[in-house]
């Protein structure tokens, strides 16, 4: 093999090893995400659940001005 072909075949794999990584890296962010939208839907549920309890009304009249 000539030097030529060697230096494009090690560049060739270092592309390969850095795309491989990019792609692992925004795979487990497309993970978190997911896990962070799933924790946000719980939270709102639970949040429904205790509310859901409260007398028609309430909150209606509430002054929030400073």
Not at 39 to 53: H, R, Y
């Amino acid at each position: 093999m000539d030097p030529a072909s060697l230096a494009t075949a090690m560049v060739g794999a270092q592309m390969s090893q850095v795309q491989t990584a990019i792609a692992a890296k925004m795979m487990r962010m497309n993970a978190n995400s997911a896990a962070s939208v799933v924790q946000l839907i719980d939270a709102a549920q639970k949040t429904m659940q205790s509310l859901a309890n409260v007398a028609i009304g309430v909150g209606q009249n509430v002054n929030i001005t400073a």
